[in-house]
């Protein structure tokens, strides 16, 4: 795109939100530096680990390129016409309730709109649902049921003015990295407590004055506990509640419960919300996703209500939200149960609609919700399936039904920036769509801020943007002039005049005051947040304009002496879900290269694990492997998996094989934080890694997972039996050692041109080399023969131990080395070794090493 100068834009991953400005390098190349923008309002100029590396994933690698039928490629105009065809004809025999597209907060604001016009305005079915069913639909189930509407109450700034942060089932110094060094900010500044309700001990939990670790969904309980008690020391708001919420006259009686924790801590954390009303409570997925996480979300909501603690200054009820246009989605209404633009599907709203999009809007009623919907796909009433932007094959539970039902739709249509996805692997027809970096648009963030999204370089191959693939699919159909814009600002333009139709039903949500913009000031627009910092000071969006408290009840805990343990799935630092993207990243894939079992050291005794060793997993549903990793993190009885990993990057390493398909009544949410598991040992009888140039899939093994290296990739490997070296390894020349007493076996492969294409290390019993020196001979040539097979240089370099800070490549042992010499704090080992001096999302784990050390004896001076 030539020499343009840096371009303001918005972060590809988290609900955060970040800018970024990004220096696109001149020339054909897709070079970019990306930093922080310093004048947008979410992030202030920081990035965490994940935005600071974007520009490692903007390469082609992986990309699709082209539309394909069927595996052939073909023209977008038969791709267009065949789509057309298919869901034509599937409605014609079977009607429209046989079609769906399942969408993504991962899409534009703008192609969120098309997709539902197309479905709820001219397909005539409420079939859209989107893999925020998978993360946030029980707050907005929550927010509905207390406030009339799905508005977020909060602002980032609250965060910054707060006395008393509650994170609860939110991993914010991984997951949403950048308001948490606002929240530790402010607790510099102010003396904020931090208090974190989570069952794990996670880094932000360690950082927190306050951990609760509770039974997995024991929110209500606590909650209503803490509600309960704060009633009976006369601390409820009574003006506030009087004049502004609405509560059954029976709600106080029977509440108080055991709130399922330590007395002390429960006494600590009464007396840190009795002295705080400026509280903000932050809520994510160990909430949400639950089969009572609409009730937590109320539980939740109640507590602020109650005590006033909304609508000023550092107070209130915050969920924040997971995918970088989660809100997006749910403002132009592309969840199943809304219509629009935050309507409902009632006559006279449907009515609206359709004198808006000049559509027939024969949808009925609300669409399936998506596990219903892939309920509806396996056993065959929906025919015609297509996919964006999110990849369910892997991020959805009871994945093996998921599975079954793609494998036999009569036609999935997947559009996607990735050629081989799990899901793209079921795909009749594939469509390639603009990935970030290329697409233009906006997205809103948790705190309601809309940002644009600003194209960087030009689309490779014929990838198209999403909106775009959309309005052709239409014009196939023969309904093109409703989806003839000629860009995402005409796009955009359309969906703020919709909004109208919200802020005249009595909604918060109206934008209309964008409905003109010019397509200039459109490109230029700097981020706003729509309804203001506190949208809901003004009053509720209820028909009596009065909040709702609901009354929520404890869930019966059932005890399940087939699978005794409860199964947690949780999120990494550095990898995005299903690691289509970051999983291509060479730094970001070296915080955790494997997937990883967090178990306590008692169940690890229990079930015959050893650390380092392999465990498989077992639940109704199916099993999985992973690497075992014992810490006291885990409470005992419960285990945790992280939900990354593929199949395309693991061998059983797929964390949705093992959660069942239970959802929330209200939300539709599945339960994706607690499932009944057992565990078991992996026998392996060899256990290996392997450096090489591409990406293959192992067969046969008892385990294997791939991380990106520099110039290739890095495997590890275990099995059982005879190793078949030719599988794992390409052609070339090979050198070789074996001790067939020691059962070691390494093998270095090097291609024509002397470059190292491969190299496997295997051992039956001792250790292998350290992996970081193999991995950065990859592709080169200047080890010797010896050195490759030793695995290490002739002059041995220090091992740096596991990496700590990505940005620098500080290793764990480095920082140990820093502390032994004296650094005491975060900042001080900083000064040593640079480490957490740049994106500074590895603060936390600087700290637990910190601590760590100085809790063993020092060396004895020399
Ligand atoms: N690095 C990274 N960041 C991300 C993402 C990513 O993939 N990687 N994804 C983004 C998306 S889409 C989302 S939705 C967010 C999710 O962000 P988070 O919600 O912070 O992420 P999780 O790790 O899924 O879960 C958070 C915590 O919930 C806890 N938990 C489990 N059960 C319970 C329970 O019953 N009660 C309570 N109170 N806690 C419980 C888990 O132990 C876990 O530590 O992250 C966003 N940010
Ligand atoms: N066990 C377990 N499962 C979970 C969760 C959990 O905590 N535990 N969390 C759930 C949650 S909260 C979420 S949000 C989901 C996320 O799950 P998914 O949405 O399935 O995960 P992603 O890997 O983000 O998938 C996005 C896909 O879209 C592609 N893509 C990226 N950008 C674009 C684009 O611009 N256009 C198009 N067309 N495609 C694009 C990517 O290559 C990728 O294939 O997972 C859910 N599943
Ligand atoms: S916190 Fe990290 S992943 Fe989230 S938007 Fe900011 S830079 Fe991106
Ligand atoms: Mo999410």
């Known amino acids: 795109m030539g020499d343009t100068g840096p371009i303001r834009t918005t972060c590809a991953y988290c609900g955060v939100g970040c800018g970024i400005t990004a220096d696109v390098a001149s020339g054909a190349g897709r070079e970019v530096s990306v930093s922080g923008d310093t004048r947008h309002p979410a992030n202030a100029g920081r990035l965490c680990s994940k935005g600071t590396h974007l520009g490692e994933t903007v390469g082609l690698e992986g990309r ?23 869901m034509r004809a599937c409605i014609a025999q079977h009607g429209p309730d046989s079609v769906a597209f399942y969408v993504s907060g991962q899409l534009l604001t703008e192609d ?99 951990h609760v670790p509770i039974a997995p969904d024991g929110d209500i309980a606590l909650f209503n506990a803490l509600l309960a008690r704060m009633h009976a020391q006369g601390l409820v708001d009574a003006a506030y509640m009087s004049a502004h919420v609405e509560i059954a006259p029976d709600f106080w009686d029977d509440l108080a419960c055991d709130p399922g924790v330590d007395p002390e801590i429960f006494e600590a954390l009464c007396a840190l919300v009795a002295a705080h009303p400026r509280m903000v409570t932050l809520f994510s997925q160990g909430a949400n996703q639950s089969v009572c996480g609409t009730d937590k979300g109320n539980a939740i909501i109640n507590l602020h209500l109650a005590m006033g603690s909304i609508n000023w200054i550092g107070a209130g009820p915050f969920s924040i939200t997971g995918q970088p246009n989660a809100m997006g989605g749910r403002e132009v209404g592309g969840l199943a149960n809304t219509l629009a633009c935050h309507l409902g599907f009632s006559e006279e709203e449907r009515r609206a609609a359709a004198a808006f999009w000049n559509a027939p809007v024969r949808c009925s009623g609300p669409g399936l919700k998506a596990v219903d919907l892939f309920r509806a796909v396996h056993d065959g009433r929906v025919k015609f399936l297509w996919v964006m932007a999110t ?146 000071a003004s009053g509720y969006p209820t028909p009596s304009g009065k909040a709702r408290m609901v009354r929520v009840e404890v869930p019966e805990r059932v005890p399940d002496a087939e699978f005794p343990l409860r199964l947690n799935t949780a999120r990494y630092r550095d990898q995005w879900h299903t690691m289509t993207r970051t999983g291509l990243s060479p730094t970001l894939s070296q915080h955790r290269p494997e997937p990883l079992l967090e178990v306590h050291p008692r169940d690890a005794a229990r079930y015959g694990l050893v650390a380092g060793g392999l465990a498989r997993v077992v639940t109704r549903q199916g099993r999985a492997v992973f690497r075992v990793d014992v810490g006291e993190g885990q409470r005992p009885g419960e285990i945790c998996v992280p939900m990354h990993w593929s199949d395309a990057m693991s061998g059983e390493g797929r964390a949705n094989r093992l959660p069942g398909a239970q959802v929330d009544p209200v939300s539709g949410q599945p339960g994706f934080k607690n499932s009944g598991a057992r565990l078991e040992p992996v026998a392996a009888d060899w256990q290996a890694f392997l450096v090489r140039r591409d990406a293959i899939a192992p067969k046969g093994l008892a385990y294997w997972a791939r991380a990106r290296i520099a110039e290739g990739w890095l495997y590890e490997l275990a099995g059982e039996g005879a190793v078949d070296l030719d599988a794992l390894l390409p052609e070339g020349e090979r050198l070789e050692v074996a001790d067939t007493v020691r059962g070691m076996r390494r093998v270095a492969v090097r291609a024509g041109d002397g470059t190292l294409a491969a190299a496997i290390y295997l051992t039956r019993a001792g250790q292998l080399p350290a992996r970081s020196w193999v991995a950065g001979q990859l592709g080169q040539d200047s080890a010797s023969a010896c050195e490759l097979l030793a695995g290490r240089p002739s002059t041995p370099l220090p091992d740096r131990g596991p990496i700590v800070c990505v940005c620098h490549g500080i290793g764990a042992n480095d920082i140990a080395a820093a502390c032994a010499g004296g650094a005491d704090s975060v900042e001080a080992v900083g000064q040593c070794t640079q480490a957490g001096t740049n994106c500074g999302s590895c603060r936390p784990a600087i700290a637990r090493l910190l601590e760590t050390c100085a809790t063993q004896p020092r060396e004895p001076a020399e």
């Open 64 to 86: 699709l390129l082209h539309p394909r039928i069927a595996g052939e490629r073909v023209s977008w105009d038969r791709a267009s016409a065949e789509v057309a065809e298919r």
């Open 112 to 210: 969120y709109y098309a997709a539902n016009k197309l479905m709820k305005g001219f397909i005539g079915s409420g079939n859209i649902d989107t893999n925020s069913r998978l993360c946030m639909a029980s707050a907005v189930a929550a927010y509905n049921r207390a406030f009339g509407e799905d508005v977020v109450p909060c602002s980032y700034e609250d965060l910054d003015a707060a006395d008393l942060i509650l994170l609860v089932g939110s991993n914010t110094a991984w997951c949403h990295p950048v308001v948490w060094q606002r929240i530790e900010k402010t607790r510099a500044r102010r003396g904020t407590k931090i208090v974190v309700i989570d069952p794990r001990r996670t880094e932000t939990a360690e950082q927190a004055d306050l």
């Open 391 to 536: 990849n369910p094959a892997v991020s959805m539970p009871d994945s093996a039904v998921v599975r079954e039902a793609l494998a036999r739709c009569p036609t999935v249509v997947v559009s996607d920036v990735i050629a081989d996805t799990d899901t793209a692997r079921h795909a009749d027809i594939l469509l390639p769509a603009e990935a970030w970096g290329e697409k233009n648009g906006t997205v809103t963030n948790s705190e309601r801020c809309i940002s644009r999204q600003r194209r960087l370089f030009d689309a490779p191959g014929e990838a198209r943007a999403d909106w775009r693939i959309i309005a052709d699919v239409a014009a196939a159909m023969g309904w093109g002039e409703a989806f003839a814009w000629k860009d995402a600002a005409s796009v955009f333009r359309e969906y703020a005049w919709m909004t109208g139709l919200a802020q005249a039903r009595g909604k918060c949500l109206d934008l209309t005051h964008l409905g003109d913009i010019s397509s200039a000031d459109y490109d230029a627009l700097e981020p706003f947040q729509w309804g203001g910092a506190r949208p809901l």
